[in-house]
């Protein structure tokens, strides 16, 4: 072998060999790599707020006293009253008569007296529940005529039921001196034997009737008012002056 032959079999042997270790340093292709264990997220806590003591003790019930013991009479319900002033409940006059009559009956502590009464030449047919002292009107209007609340209220005496008592909101009573309160509150006096004048008087409910006419009496709101009337030489003498709602004193009821 020449010289020349034998270097380039050294070459190729070196080469062999060199290809060889890379050959052996290489990874399998065919193996899987092992994952790496990862930690999981650590969870955080809900954040609870600190409590700075127990949760306060609920209001204690209190029970309301709903014994009536006096009656308001206002220009468009009565307020039925506690002994400690409070009001338990209020009766619309535009309630239904038979509910404002069981209402009533509650209070009063007994039935009433049941009336029907026919129409005349100026009111309609009527009917009356009454107790000593007491008498609720319910008109019977025709159907599409109103021309004021669904009943009125007349209060005699100024102690009815079982000791239940009636006033206006200013403190006068039925059998009081009609033309004493009648001075406090600046109306005329007219001595004619029959007086009624406005106590109390709610509000507006329309424009004022007859605004043309110059009597006095016509200067009234065209509104429902708690009138006190009195009659002299009346059926009954113990009965003097008595409080009725509502009356409107500007639309001229007659």
Same mark, same amino acid.
């Given at each position: 072998?020449?010289?020349?032959?034998?270097?380039?079999?050294?070459?190729?042997?070196?080469?062999?060999?060199?290809?060889?270790?890379?050959?052996?340093?290489?990874?399998?292709?065919?193996?899987?790599?092992?994952?790496?264990?990862?930690?999981?997220?650590?969870?955080?806590?809900?954040?609870?707020?600190?409590?700075?003591?127990?949760?306060?003790?609920?209001?204690?019930?209190?029970?309301?006293?709903?014994?009536?013991?006096?009656?308001?009479?206002?220009?468009?319900?009565?307020?039925?009253?506690?002994?400690?002033?409070?009001?338990?409940?209020?009766?619309?006059?535009?309630?239904?008569?038979?509910?404002?009559?069981?209402?009533?009956?509650?209070?009063?502590?007994?039935?009433?007296?049941?009336?029907?009464?026919?129409? %005349?030449?100026? #009111?309609?047919?009527?009917?009356?529940? *009454?107790? +000593?002292?007491?008498?609720?009107? @319910?008109?019977?209007? !025709?159907?599409?005529?109103?021309?004021?609340?669904?009943?009125?209220?007349?209060?005699t005496h100024p102690v009815v039921g079982n000791?239940?008592?009636?006033?206006?909101?200013?403190?006068?009573?039925?059998?009081?001196?009609?033309?004493?309160?009648?001075?406090?509150? %600046?109306?005329? #006096?007219?001595?004619?034997?029959?007086? *009624?004048? +406005?106590?109390?008087?709610?509000? @507006?409910?329309?424009? !004022?009737?007859?605004?043309?006419?110059?009597?006095?009496?016509?200067?009234?709101?065209?509104?429902?008012?708690?009138?006190?009337?009195?009659?002299?030489?009346?059926?009954?003498?113990?009965?003097?002056?008595?409080?009725?709602?509502?009356?409107?004193?500007?639309? %001229?009821?007659?």
């Amino acid at each position: 072998m020449s010289g020349r032959t034998a270097g380039v079999v050294t070459m190729v042997i070196a080469a062999g060999m060199l290809l060889a270790g890379c050959v052996v340093g290489l990874p399998d292709p065919t193996a899987l790599p092992t994952p790496t264990p990862t930690r999981p997220p650590a969870t955080r806590a809900a954040e609870v707020p600190p409590t700075e003591g127990p949760p306060p003790a609920p209001e204690p019930i209190v029970a309301v006293d709903t014994v009536v013991t006096h009656v308001v009479v206002r220009p468009e319900q009565l307020e039925l009253v506690n002994s400690a002033g409070a009001v338990v409940e209020e009766l619309s006059y535009d309630a239904d008569a038979e509910e404002f009559a069981d209402a009533l009956e509650n209070v009063l502590g007994g039935p009433p007296d049941v009336e029907e009464r026919p129409g %005349g030449h100026e #009111w309609w047919p009527y009917t009356t529940y *009454s107790w +000593p002292g007491v008498a609720v009107r @319910d008109d019977h209007e !025709r159907e599409g005529v109103s021309s004021d609340m669904n009943v009125s209220v007349t209060f005699t005496h100024p102690v009815v039921g079982n000791g239940i008592t009636v006033s206006t909101v200013q403190g006068f009573r039925p059998g009081d001196d009609a033309r004493s309160f009648s001075e406090e509150l %600046g109306e005329t #006096w007219h001595g004619t034997g029959y007086e *009624s004048f +406005p106590a109390e008087t709610g509000p @507006d409910i329309g424009p !004022r009737g007859y605004d043309d006419w110059t009597d006095s009496f016509w200067e009234y709101a065209n509104a429902n008012a708690v009138a006190v009337n009195q009659w002299v030489g009346g059926d009954d003498p113990t009965v003097t002056s008595v409080i009725f709602a509502p009356w409107n004193f500007g639309i %001229g009821h007659v």
